[in-house]
């Protein structure tokens, strides 16, 4: 659990640093065990892409403005220009009708004449200058009449270059600067002149570009108070000159006209002052209160301010925050709902720390004191929260030495003391001798430390009875990093765990002896320092249970297992039943000779006894196969049984340099062959079996199996050859042509399907490295289930877990094969965080007539609800298994009752009848 500091000043360094860090170590904690997400953040980035995206908005929408702006300028001089050009052709046109020679232009009443063409702009004049430059007429000024222009114009150049081009050209258009002396408007013109036909005279017309300036502006405020943009329609633009006098305001009419220097807005700032300031850097954005049109209720704005330098204008528009809100409402209420639910969480804790904070001292209560005051408002709010806590998990507080200072109802429940009784005590009231010195040395050498404790710890009620807790102890820190208490919260497992102490006391003992088992054997041979064990078979088992029935068969297992326990020759021995007919029989320290000879006195000893007492046409004999190495007891000794059988031995022990055995590494041999083989030719593959929903009775998920085929088109399955390829390299080469056939099959299919892999496969990285690309690159990931097969031999969880990491982040699942076999250690279950648990075949074939398997399955059962794994029963080979594995609630079923491998999948659909 992470914990945050806040820094305070100097002066309440003391109060302040110790308040900050319980507050967060414990807000923190509980915040990150209920709280789904931090609404709030999403708010804030929501607003903030507001924020951006309408500050593009409305920049864009002021550089849309400026380009109009330019346009209309430009459309305006075009215009004008246009309309002097028609003009000026008209005269002229007029004139040329009208004039014949020299003679008549000197004596014609040119104001009369062009009068008719006068139009309702008395700016519009005419003027005739002769060839010569000689001034003939000037409709504005009388004076400039019989003047000429060269000279008059000495001061502006470009209108003499502009008079000695059209001289050449007949006419056209020319800019001009006027000097002081000639001007009677506007300094800066433009005019169109036209030579006459038929006599040495121009007729031309002008205008002043402020003119046209002018009514451009006049344009352009009237396109403004009508422009509208946005979603709405409820973006304008507003306009004052560079002295701040405001233009055109379409949202306020009444600032038309006004200075603004001095107006503020709502939140009380010189707002034209501060623009004048950004458009005099470029232009940028600034932030105020300002009334919304259609609401006139001021609001939060954003505007966007830059000056139009042609005319020395400062432009601007804007956005509402309101908008915003407009957006997010439905978003809103749900984060201020989230919001609010957890500020009463954190109120709630404020609370509760302020009574733990006391105890530090006077000086800190007396600056918690100050605190306090400020959160009156939170503490009722903390009540309803420690509720909440106390009712769903177990908490107690104690101080530094461990006297518990605080129990919630959750406790005196389960320990069966009042609370009473508790408070003042240590945790010692509730301690079960059972649980080693060890634990607490652990615990307390963490939680010391300022770290945090995890566990579980088993503990005694005041009846006497036990209980189990999950529990997680973490101390609380002053400012000094001083441990002042300690906080515990839990979570009753004592279900859990009983049930996990059932299952393995079933595991430990055969059901139907009475015998201990496999897993027994393992478990007691494990600390032995020189084992040595006996695997005992009855031979011709098989044809005593087709014969006499399973009925005769069983009672044959029972009293083999009641006579080996009770021979005095097998005194000091361990007896177990490994599995079907098979016993075994364990020593310590024990001679090897005299071992052998016990053993084999024992077998024709019980044999006879057996024959006696069912019948002389009932023929029991044993074969033993016996072994002394520690590391392979069980192989060895089971090798041994195979040789003594293929020898016609009733005894062997088993011997590296023993010739007569040979011959299986012959067979291992021809194996490795038919695998080498099979991987060259392509002939290996998988074979799919269906494993049946028990509830609908359909086919959801399928089992990828391995087979190779030889030479002559026969199926092999892996009992003949997995075991001798894990010893050679072929190996991965083998589980690498599974996955590639499977997943080849299964992305075509929206069926989930299983892989099995070894321990030697789940911690080879390029076959995990491989499974996880080939089936990431097909698009199978999320409905692969990593099926693990001797899983008793996985023993690093924390690698493990690692590993399946990755897969599970993508989708895929972790299935624990075979449990019921060889599986005992419950603690490895819990930690590997499996998906689904398969139940062993062995368990599964006798729930049609055996209560104990039955109870077994219904353990099994239990134990994946709790710890949420689904169950799978394999092996169901007819309908009263299938009725019965229904009936104790397994999730999934599998066997040849539902179907066989195939070399494909195939559908199936099967009514159960419970």
Partial sequence: MSVFKYSASLLSL???LSTAMIFSAVVLYFINANAKNDYGERAVLLEKQFSENSQAEVKNEIERMLIRIDAVRESNIEMKKASVAQRVGSVAEYLNLSLDGDASYKKADFGRMISAFKGADDSEYYF?????????YHEENKKLINQNIVNLLKGSPELTDLLNGLRNSGGGFGSYELNDSLRTSGKVKIGYVQKLKNVPLFIGSSFTVESAEDEAKKRVISSIRRERYGKDKAGYFWVNDSDLTGIVHPGNPELEGKNL???????????????????????????????????????????????????GWVIGTGFYFSDLEKQLEDERALIEKLVQEDIEKVKRVISYLFAVVLISGIFIYRMIRKLEKRQEGHRNLLEQYKSILDKSSVVTITDEYGVMTYVNDKFCEISGYKREELIGNRHNIIKHPTTPIETFKELWNTITKGKV?????????????????????APILNEFGEVIEYIACANDITELVENRNR?????????????????????????????????????????????????????????????????PALSGYSVYRLHSDKFGILANNADPVVFKNNVSVAMRRVGAILQERHGEDKHIYFTAGIAGDKDNLLAYADMALNGAKKLKQDILVYS???????????????????????LKNDRVTAYYQPIIDMKTGDSEKYECLMRIIDENGDVISPAKFLDISKKTNMYPRLTARVIEKSVAVFKNLPYQFSINLSVEDIFDRDTMDYLFTVAKNNGVLGRLVIEIVESQELVNIDETNRIFEKFKSGGAKISIDDFGAGFSNFDYLMNIRADYLKIDASIVKRVEDDESSREIIASIVSLGRHSGMKTVAEFISNKNIAREIALLGVDYGQGYYFGKPEDKPVFVSQNIVI
Wanted: net charge neutral; glycine share 6%; charged share 30%.
């Fill in 261 to 311: 220097k001095n107006m503020r807005s709502r939140d009380g700032k010189y707002l034209f002052q501060e623009i004048d300031k950004i458009v005099r850097n470029g232009g940028g954005y600034v932030e105020y209160f300002w009334p919304r049109p259609d609401t006139v209720i001021p609001e939060r704005k954003v505007t966007y301010a830059t000056v139009y330098k042609p005319w």
């Fill in 128 to 136: 005739l200058i002769s060839d010569d430059g000689t001034i003939i």
């Fill in 14 to 16: 003391f109060a302040s």
């Fill in 656 to 678: 590296q340099a023993d010739n007569r055995i040979k011959a299986d590494f012959e067979e291992n041999l021809s194996i490795i062959r038919k695998v080498s083989d099979a």
């Fill in 503 to 567: 299952i393995e006391e079933l595991f430990n003992s055969d059901s139907l002896t009475g015998l201990g088992s496999r897993v027994k054997l393992i478990s007691d041979a494990e600390p032995m320092e020189y084992p040595i064990l006996a695997i005992v078979d009855i031979r011709g088992f098989k044809q005593i249970n087709e014969f006499f029935g399973n009925h005769f068969a069983d009672r044959i297992l029972i009293e083999t297992a009641r006579e080996f326990v009770a021979f």
């Fill in 453 to 473: 404790w995890k566990g579980v710890l088993r503990n005694r009620r005041k009846d006497g009875e036990s209980f189990y807790i999950s529990a997680t102890i």
